[in-house]
């Protein structure tokens, strides 16, 4: 059984005890224990149950590549479902389950799944569950739903009482890795003045150095990662972050890096998790290489484990997998795990080398140790349930006869090393297949590019490919040098630090165990932990004709477990490339895909949780309308009075008040919501001809334009009023709710397809408070305030000007959504509820009221305006509404013109926008539908038309309408019908959608 050694561990504070509990069970480690090592050393090797057939599982990794050991993690309002024992860091009080079995981790009923293995192959559930079909809604989705997933979900009723950051980064390299090569390129790149940030996912600096031990530039590797660590903490321009894994590369360099900032803590005062977003100018990749398992019969039994990931826990946590450990290997390396088990007075019984040579210096040494080594061997499959008792030995040549059954308890296994290319291939860098080493590494004639066409990350070390520590040293030190000058620093001339040369036999590729394995033996044979993907199970995909990798994956779902196939994909690679009689690198690699590892949703939202989620947006006269008996709406994340209701006045009796007021005196809105966007540039005229549907690019200087703006399916998305403030400068006004997505659709056009246009976008709504004054005594209240000529001669409709009002600095908008003579006034926002407050003292003798949004609805439906989101709903384009004024001639194209030209939006039956006035005078309901004669298929009543806006108006005494109805405007007269939810129907004549001034004259006086 595993067991705490009495000495070593160089991680471990020996001095103190951590207790913590293990499926109720309450154990005990020490400060710098993993729990997965703290569990092995209390002896508690079975940590889990795989996903498909429940088998029992124990740790096969060290790190984040560990697909076995898989825990829920704390309890209550803290509780995390698929926590990585391997990287988890112990800490007072933790409370941990094992999942994926019932009742219990040591008897768990799914364990009959392994029975029926034979009965269950890859794809079984796809040939399985479609026949009948009615036993799919009523017996198969029911059972599936309720087997699938790993781990307990969180209660939804508990609210997680931890705080999680965003933070921001912009640097001239980033360095990945902490490991010598991530050292020794941050080294280079700091010495070189480059503003270097430096991460690493585990809370400690040097990588596998520590543990393999050997010396750089003479001194002991520890030592050596010491002295450089305290070297890069004394640069200023420096800046290192353990426990940061880098999660995903996107374009321009930038980058997703998730920190696990209070993870080793039971209840952190700071944040628990950190999403950074980092933009570098050079990004290098020192992530390392991860160790490759074997495949052969039994290779799943908890026990046997990656032959680094033994010499870890020994060496880092002073913990035993086992007295008896046998050694399989097709490399050197795994002779590094014979020789420190038995530096550490453990026996090896023996190591089984594939290769018929076996290996070299290392081969030596363990032979001098009294190490017991057979070539040519493989194993023919392992012996064991809940761990290992025995491996039986085989001709590695032959089709699995029993040579030999050596009894053990751990098995270390080694097939290789793959450099780990995830960052690498996130934006587009290639590999290649080194066939030396049996693994796909960076391509450096394919790197990834940045916009300017440069290669924008650099692999080093053992990502890069190189696996002696001497090579590791150079090629990172090469590489930090390298980004520091490519950002503009000058690389010192001193030299990259000096490191054991590599003195290793070369590897054999082996892909299973033995080569010529039975049917039987590769029926046992995983590749994919986790999943209980077998090699079996991959040759089935391709007798099948699943010859594609990806498919491949998804037929099997090799791969597609947490770990994402770090452990898998090659052996899997290289499997399905046999069966199907190919080359590895023929059949090639699935995608690459961030994250590297699971992120928190946690860190995901940030601080965007309860109020924060959606902050609510407040105008600078908020608390002036709250004073004055605002009655709020929503109106996106904005709060906007919906009227201002007086003392014993119902809502409708104010907007009633409001509405006539504004028609006969003076109104005043708070219009600050409204989006405003600055559009700006010497190709801004052409950006603002292809944004919207009508001409801007002839707009003058002073003047203002009303456009639509539509999106590429042609759809009608925004309206507003867009004024020229220059020549290269325009000024876009939008509607409340769309400004944060104009200001998106902006930048996306710009940066995807017209990238090199010279033209710059700011969202500057809340820059502005914009009050509207509204009303025949409008020019009236604003004479009064003095300091701007705001005659129809100096200031005339849909024109401009700036100047100085009331004492204020402002720019005056002669423009009109209510239909009356009006004027929007912007002021800077620190200035807008001092202006509010002056036009309204001075407005109190021309018979001012503030008004909300209800009235500026009924004021706009009077004149037949449309309403964003009212007359729109994602389906309508501008010729539906009448718009085709709006629409320019002139010009060869606009965003969405070829998709109106699509048969469906020219279609004559299209329905299009119209006016509606109830025979009664009453007011239709909000979304009625006009029936028409007949049913559908479905048996519903035919309908011909739909309401889009309807309100009382107290200018007319009567309800008024705007709908789409079927050839509308060809109809006018015709009365339709609009059942209600009651049972009664509403009858209403259509009419032209103007209701009130038809000819404009008041709004241009």
């Known amino acids: 059984m595993s067991t705490r050694l009495a000495t070593g561990g160089r991680l471990l504070d020996r001095s103190r005890r951590v207790s913590f509990t293990f499926d109720g069970k309450r154990l005990s480690g020490h400060p710098g224990d993993t729990l997965a090592s703290a569990l092995m050393g209390a002896g508690q090797l079975l940590m889990g149950r795989s996903f498909k057939y429940h088998r029992p599982r124990g740790p096969v990794a060290s790190g984040a590549e560990e697909p076995n050991a898989l825990v829920n993690l704390r309890d209550g309002d803290r509780h995390e479902p698929n926590q990585r024992a391997t990287t988890t860091e112990l800490f007072e009080g933790l409370t941990a389950t ?92 700091g010495r070189a003045g480059a503003r270097v940030l430096l991460i690493e996912q585990t809370p400690h600096w040097g990588g596998r150095a520590p543990v393999d031990g050997g010396e750089i530039d003479g001194q002991p590797a520890e030592d050596w990662v010491a002295a450089t660590v305290a070297e890069l903490e004394a640069m200023e321009n420096v800046t290192l972050r353990a426990r940061t894994m880098g999660a995903g590369v996107y374009d321009h360099g930038y980058v997703l890096a998730y920190e696990r900032a209070g993870d080793h803590l039971a209840a952190p005062a700071g944040p628990r998790h950190r999403l950074w977003r980092i933009r570098a100018e050079r990004i290098v990749t020192a992530t390392g290489a991860l160790e490759r398992p074997l495949a052969f019969a039994g290779n799943d039994v908890p026990g046997v484990m990656l032959a680094s990931a033994v010499r870890d826990y020994v060496v880092n946590w002073a913990v035993s997998p086992g007295d008896r450990t046998v050694v399989v290997t097709n490399n050197d390396d795994a002779y590094r795990t014979a020789l420190c088990l038995k530096a550490a007075g453990l026996d090896v019984p023996a190591v089984i080398d594939a290769r018929p040579e076996g290996g070299g210096r290392l081969m030596d040494e363990a032979r001098a140790a009294g190490i017991r080594v057979e070539t040519g061997r493989g194993v023919a499959r392992v012996k064991g349930g809940k761990r290992v008792e025995a491996v039986y030995t085989c001709p590695q040549a032959g089709e699995g006869a029993t040579v030999q059954e050596i009894k053990c308890d751990a098995v270390a296994v080694s097939g290789g090393w793959s450099p780990v290319v995830h960052l690498w291939s996130h934006t587009g860098g290639k590999l290649v297949w080194d066939a030396a080493e049996a693994f796909f590494r960076p391509d450096p004639e394919r790197a990834p590019v940045g ?25 990172a030190h090469a590489a930090g040098a390298r980004a520091a000058e490519e950002t503009g620093h000058a690389p010192k001339s001193d030299a990259a630090p000096s490191g054991d040369a590599r003195d290793e036999a070369p590897l054999a590729p082996v892909w299973l165990m033995p080569q010529g394995a039975s049917v039987k033996l590769r029926q046992k044979a ?33 791969g597609m477990a947490t770990d994402q196939g770090k452990l898998s994909n090659i052996n899997g690679l290289a ?17 690459f895909r961030p994250p590297y590892t699971p992120i928190s949703m946690g860190a995901i939202a940030g601080p965007a949780t309860g109020a924060t989620f959606q902050p609510v ?21 904005w709060r906007r009075p919906y009227t201002y209701r007086r003392e014993g006045e119902s809502r409708a009796d104010a907007v009633n008040r409001e509405v006539k007021n504004a028609r006969e005196a003076l109104g005043m809105l708070d219009a600050s919501t409204l989006g405003k966007i600055l559009v700006k540039g010497p190709d801004a005229p052409r950006f603002m001809d292809m944004l919207y549907t009508n001409m801007m690019s002839t707009l003058k200087p002073g003047r203002c334009r009303y ?15 867009v004024a020229r403030l220059d020549e290269e400068t325009f000024l876009c006004h939008t509607t409340t709710g769309g400004a944060d997505h104009v200001h998106a659709h902006m930048e996306e056009w710009l940066q995807t397809e017209w990238w090199d246009w010279k033209v710059w976008t700011l969202n500057v709504t809340e820059q502005w408070g914009q009050i509207a004054v509204v009303g025949p005594n409008a020019r009236k209240v604003l004479e009064k305030l003095g300091g701007l000529d705001v005659s129809k001669e100096a200031l005339s409709f849909m024109g401009w000007t700036e100047g100085t009002l009331a004492g204020f600095s402002v720019r005056v908008f002669r423009i009109s959504f209510s239909g009356e003579l009006s004027y929007e006034i912007a002021v800077p ?11 309204f003292e001075a407005g109190q003798e021309f018979g001012v009221m503030p008004y909300g949004t209800e009235c500026l609805h009924v004021l706009r439906a009077e004149k037949g305006f449309i309403m964003i989101g009212d007359e729109t709903d994602g389906t309508v384009i501008p010729q539906d509404l009448g718009l085709d004024w709006a629409i320019s001639k002139k010009k060869d194209d606009y965003i969405g013109k070829r998709a109106q030209q699509r048969s469906h939006m020219a279609d004559p039956e299209r329905w299009k926008l119209v006016g509606l006035e109830t025979l009664d005078g009453s007011v239709l309901p909000e979304a009625a539908y006009a029936t028409a004669p007949g049913t559908n298929a479905n048996g519903q009543r035919n309908t011909q038309g739909r309401v889009t806006s ?19 405007p060809e109809r006018m007269g015709e009365v339709l019908e609009f059942p209600k939810v009651d049972g009664t129907v509403v009858k209403a004549k259509i009419v032209a959608p103007v209701f009130y001034d038809r000819e404009g004259t008041k709004q241009d006086v």
């Open 98 to 189: 094992s999942q994926n079995h019932w009742p219990s981790l040591d008897f768990d009923v799914g364990q009959v799944n392994a029975a029926l293995a034979r009965f269950l192959p890859a794809g079984f559930y796809y040939k399985t569950f479609i026949h009948p079909r009615p036993l799919w809604k009523h017996l198969y989705e029911p059972v599936i739903r309720r087997s699938a997933g790993l781990g307990k979900a969180p209660d939804p009723e508990t609210r997680d009482p931890d705080r999680y950051e965003h933070l921001y980064a912009f640097v001239d390299v980033l360095i990945v890795g902490g490991g010598t090569a991530g050292l020794a390129a941050a080294r280079a790149a």
């Open 451 to 475: 916009c300017d066409g440069a290669a924008n990350v650099i692999a080093a070390g053992a990502a890069n490919g190189a696996l002696g520590p001497g090579e590791i040293l150079a090629d």
């Open 526 to 558: 995983w590749l994919d932990f986790q999943n209980d993907v077998k090699v079996s199970d991959v040759e089935l995909a391709a007798r099948e004709g699943y010859e594609s990798v990806e498919h491949a994956k998804r037929y099997t779902t090799l």
């Open 575 to 591: 499997v399905l490339a046999q069966a199907l009689g190919e080359e590895i690198p023929q059949v090639g690699t699935t995608t």
């Open 617 to 637: 947006r407040r105008t600078p006269m908020h608390d002036w309308h709250a004073a004055h008996g605002a009655d709020w709406e929503p109106v996106g994340q």
């Open 707 to 721: 456009g639509l703006m539509c999106s590429e399916n042609g759809f009608l998305m925004d309206d507003g009023v």
């Open 829 to 839: 926002a620190n200035h807008a509820r001092a202006l509010w407050e002056a036009i």
């Open 950 to 968: 309807t309100y009382h108006s107290a200018t007319l005494g009567r309800g008024i309408a705007m709908g789409l109805v079927h050839r509308g």
